[in-house]
């Protein structure tokens, strides 16, 4: 079992910055790749960026340039940064991983821009 606990959200003005953070527990060593991902209300949910253990990354399209993953393996957390924040990146970010067997999420952070 893994078990994966978000921080960092809030409220910010248009263009402004958040670091999300997204905290591992349990089974790391079962953990091959680890991500972000957010939902908007009325959305489904979509992915945001990719980072692997070896520490590849990959993002959305929407992201690309405004957002950076990142990983701490000493501290078994990833983080999302996220820059020049628009209305549009209004949503519950969701940090996920995936196992060979299984996919966990955690229990998401608001993000809100709004001025």
């Known amino acids: 079992q893994v078990q994966l606990v978000e921080s960092g959200g809030g409220l910010v003005q248009p263009g402004g910055s958040l670091r999300l953070a997204c905290a591992a527990s349990?089974?790391?060593?079962?953990?091959?790749?680890m991500g972000w991902y957010r939902q908007a209300p009325g959305n489904q949910r979509e992915w945001v960026a990719t980072?692997?253990?070896?520490?590849?990354?990959t993002y959305a399209d929407s992201g690309k340039g405004r957002f950076s993953i990142s990983r701490d393996n000493a501290e078994n957390t990833i983080f999302l940064q996220v820059n020049s924040l628009k209305p549009e990146d209004t949503a519950v970010y969701y940090c996920?991983?995936?196992?060979?067997?299984?996919?966990?999420w955690g229990q998401g952070t608001q993000v809100t821009v709004s001025s």
């Open positions: 996920a991983a995936r196992t060979i067997n299984n996919a966990y």
């Open positions: 980072i692997t253990t070896g520490g590849s990354t």
């Open positions: 349990g089974s790391i060593s079962s953990i091959n790749v």
